[in-house]
């Protein structure tokens, strides 16, 4: 009863595609290298000027809850691999129309329907599911055959290896590869200072262990602690600090003396006792006999104050036997506490956020304290020096640390970046917060085996083997390298027209079986002719260049009989050797290319590199954001009153705003 009484919406096929395309609209202006900033203003005044995709569309006020449910998958995505925001909306768009091209087409649309519209969101509903299907069966091997070939694997080395020299050096790689980021979010005028930083931190933050992974993801979970926002300086004046900004200043005066080492502190809760204890009685009067009747029951009976003040002086002189001097402290701590710190030349850090606190844990080995009481030799950090240090207009407290067993590579240091205002620095930072998550994606495998891709579609179908040994490499490369994470492939449309390709031949192999809309062939030529819409508008600023690079692309495919990066990597190094990308070394150019070849080698070399595993979940969250989007066909209207800010992302909208009404 109370549903039939909702105003309700019918949402047609036409409905779904307009309003993605409407999206795609805002998100194109700053698409590609050669793409231009949006301007937003807010209703305070303030503007904001970016090119990042999720600072767009989240600045934006949707009304249609189809367009919120698309922009809220753009999220969950790029929350994940911080990129492809504005190529996910690009390929949505792009299906959604060839989509709805087709249903519109098929013959058979209306006989079991009631309606025309009806039959075409069902042939619609029916279809992406088709494709998101095939995707979950088939990607991940055609990526494998089609695209890792010709691609490299990065090596933890080119993550972590300091370089001084302006020419290519063992890390080139994965500044290419951050530099293609930060471009597409900065510009170019800062992608390569950039990248060269986040190297730079990277090689600070290598633990013993050894893994990526685990390095990438410290850095990722502690980056609200290893970072400070410093804005009124150009972003060239960012850079990295030995040891801890911790963002608070002393409570305490600083003692100039220069004592080494310094030892400090960390507690979660006061130090006063703002409670009794048990079996204790705190005395509101003097009366004699009251205390004579309740000394008979063997009660303690003290004077508040006169108890504190005895039980801080404990704690101080505690504290004092084991040496410290700096107190790092989770509360705001009372006045009694900050004198006897000042007598005892003690400093006082207050209200420190857990971020920090756990961060310090972690890179002094000492255990916060819960019980003032309890504090112990453990309890006590040993740091090379603890100092004010002046950011911007603020002052902090910057602490170093001494070297442990458990982290003889890592260099402890904190990452400064500058803008020239408050907008450009959470931009920057934003960024800079991307490029890790992206890196972290990058360092994922694909998600599948060698010996299973090995048996699948595109080498095993004997009806098409003979016609696709000159299309495929007939090599086995990926036996070792195809499932391996870190591989990247030139930028500038590479993945897409491989992936076109390999698409296309496992149509090709899919050609005998019965010819239907819903048929392998079919969902595969959709696949592959939506690809193409992101090298299209790479190039939309110059048509001509896009046939160009196409038609480069299937000469080199057809005219190679290896992948030209594996190869390298099979005779000149291991698996994960020290320098696994082969398109800045000599020999590999002269062993891969010919003279005939060197402008398709210079095409790869200007395009930058990007991750092979982001472009892999950038297609599934596509398709799978495809799929649910058609299942929706009738919208109940609620009126339910929501606050607006809940739907945006708080690092983009910070301002307070009305009540809305939302569908």
Not at 372 to 391: D, G, K, N, Q, Y
């Amino acid at each position: 009863m109370v549903a039939g009484m909702l105003p309700v919406e019918r949402l047609h096929l036409d409905h779904v595609v307009q309003t993605v395309c409407v999206l795609e609209s805002v998100v194109l202006r700053s698409f590609g290298p050669e793409g231009g900033q949006v301007l937003f203003t807010r209703d305070t005044g303030q503007a904001m000027l970016s090119r990042s995709g999720t600072r767009i569309l989240t600045a934006l006020r949707l009304e249609h809850p189809l367009a919120r449910m698309v922009v809220e998958c753009v999220l969950k995505h790029s929350t994940v691999t911080g990129d492809g925001s504005k190529t996910f909306i690009l390929l949505l768009a792009t299906l959604l129309r060839m989509i709805h091209k087709m249903a519109c087409k098929d013959p058979n649309v209306s006989h079991a329907y009631t309606s025309r519209q009806t039959a075409e969101a069902s042939t619609a509903r029916h279809l992406a599911d088709k494709i998101h299907a095939f995707a979950l069966e088939e990607l991940d091997d055609l990526i494998i055959l089609g695209v890792i070939p010709y691609g490299c694997c990065l090596s933890w080395e080119n993550f972590t290896t300091k370089t001084t020299l302006p020419g290519p050096s063992n890390n080139h790689c994965v500044q290419k590869l951050l530099t293609t980021f930060f471009h597409s979010r900065l510009g170019h005028s800062h992608c390569d200072f950039m990248s060269k930083l986040t190297c730079e931190l990277l090689t600070h933050w290598k633990f013993k262990s050894d893994l990526p992974p685990l390095s990438l993801q410290f850095v990722n979970d502690n980056l609200d602690a290893l970072h400070t926002p410093v804005s009124g300086f150009p972003i060239s004046c960012s850079r990295l600090i030995e040891g801890q900004v911790i963002h608070r200043d002393f409570a305490t005066p600083c003692p100039q003396s220069e004592r080494k080492p310094v030892k400090a502190a960390v507690f979660t809760g006061y130090l006063q006792p703002k409670l009794l204890n048990a079996g204790q009685v705190l005395q509101l009067g003097c009366e004699e006999q009251w205390m004579e009747e309740n000394s008979r029951k063997n009660r303690s009976i003290v004077h508040f104050s006169a108890w504190t003040e005895t039980s801080l002086k404990c704690v101080f002189a505690n504290m004092q036997s084991l040496g410290v001097s700096v107190i790092l402290s989770a509360v705001k701590q009372s006045a009694a506490v900050l004198a006897l710190a000042a007598q005892a030349e003690m400093c006082v850090v207050e209200c420190v956020s857990e971020d920090e606190l756990s961060l310090f844990a972690q890179l002094s080995g000492a255990s916060p304290v819960s019980d003032s009481w309890m504090i112990e030799p453990e309890h006590v950090a040993t740091l090379t020096f603890c100092r004010p240090i002046l950011l911007g207009a603020h002052r902090y407290v910057h602490v170093a640390f001494q070297n442990s067993e458990d982290r003889v590579t890592v260099e402890p240091c904190s990452l400064v970046i500058c803008g020239l205002g408050e907008g450009q620095t959470e931009q920057y930072t934003c960024a800079f917060r991307d490029a890790i998550r992206m890196l972290l994606s990058t360092w994922e495998p694909v998600g599948m085996t060698a010996t299973r891709a090995s048996k699948r579609t595109l080498l095993s179908n004997k009806s098409t083997s003979s016609h696709m040994d000159n299309q495929i490499p007939n090599t086995p490369p990926f036996q070792q390298c195809g499932v391996q994470p870190g591989c990247v492939i030139p930028a500038g449309g590479t993945f897409e027209f491989l992936l076109q390709h390999a698409l296309l031949q496992y149509g090709t192999s899919c050609s005998a079986s019965v010819d239907t809309a819903m048929s392998g062939l079919a969902v595969s030529q959709i696949l592959a002719n939506a690809l193409l819409i992101v090298p299209r508008q790479i190039y939309s600023h110059c048509p001509r260049r896009f046939l160009q690079a196409q038609t480069r692309f299937l000469t080199f495919i057809q005219n190679h009989s290896h992948p030209f990066s594996l190869v390298y990597k099979q005779e000149h190094s291991s698996v994960f050797g020290e320098s696994a990308c082969p398109l800045e070394e000599d020999k590999l150019t002269k062993h891969c290319y010919t003279e005939a070849d060197m402008s398709t080698k210079l095409f790869m070399l200007d395009s930058g590199l990007e991750s092979v595993s982001c472009k892999y979940q950038l297609l599934l969250a596509v398709l799978q954001c495809l799929s649910s989007i058609l299942h929706v066909d009738t919208v109940l209207h609620t009126h339910t009153a929501l606050h607006s800010k809940s739907r945006r992302l708080t690092n983009t909208s910070r301002e307070d705003t009305e009540d809305e009404t939302e569908d």
